[in-house]
């Protein structure tokens, strides 16, 4: 896989292809009792109690949903004796940028969070403002057989919730105290770009980007 920038071209050939604050909010989780939850938290500190000498916050992921994202592509039929070298501009058909809990604005304090969403879905994700827009997308390909063919740009989209809890003191101990009571907050983020071609003559592997690039040709 590999980046495209703005304005990017190569040649390939191819022949198929607030912080609850409050004593009343400590006093409801310490209620809870060890190892039990709100039933909206998952996942959830390992102990009600924590030390706020060292304990400063607990934060982690769920639900990472992973969807191949095609962002540009254009469909080329190849006719007998029209083969050879074409340079084409993909149309933008999708846009993916990274948020958190809707906003594009990306602080340093969410790296750890985008770093434990690389580690579940096991490949980097930007962890930080980004979006997969360009001014333009252009890819030139040499054509050498006749066929229906489909050239694409995309990437994977990676969305979910996370949760974060801060340790409040309450007295000489501390509780762990949920600050988004509301639900779990929520992310997007996305791979690396991939650009390619893709052929109706070719079957792709379900679940893949070339297989979502491969369906937008109706084949």
Known sequence: ?????????????VNRTAVTSGISA????????LGAAPAHATPYPPTTQCDPAKDTYWEDVDNVRVEPTVTDFLAVAVAPGTT???TKTLSE????????????????????????????VGFSVSDTKA??????????????????????????????????FICARDGNI???VELNPGG???????????QGTVACSFPEPAGTLRAAARARLAC
Not at 1 to 13: F, G, I, L, P, Q
Not at 26 to 33: E, M, P, S, T
Not at 112 to 120: G, L, Q, T
Request: hydrophobic fraction near 35%.
């Open 131 to 164: 979006t997969t827009r360009t001014t333009t997308v252009t890819d030139t390909v040499n054509f050498n057989s006749p066929g229906y063919y489909g050239l694409y740009r995309g990437t994977q989209k990676v969305t979910g919730e996370w949760v974060r």
């Open 174 to 176: 501390g509780y762990w």
């Open 93 to 120: 058909v999708a846009t993916v940028s990274t948020t958190i809990n809707s906003s594009v604005e990306v602080s340093a304090e969410f790296k750890a969070i985008f770093a434990r969403v690389s580690v579940k």
């Open 84 to 86: 050879g070298t074409y």
């Open 26 to 33: 400590l006093v409801a989780v310490a209620g809870l009792g």
């Open 1 to 13: 896989m590999s980046s495209r920038t703005r304005h990017t071209k190569r040649t390939r050939h």
């Open 184 to 194: 779990p907050g929520t992310f997007t983020t996305f791979n690396v770009m991939e």
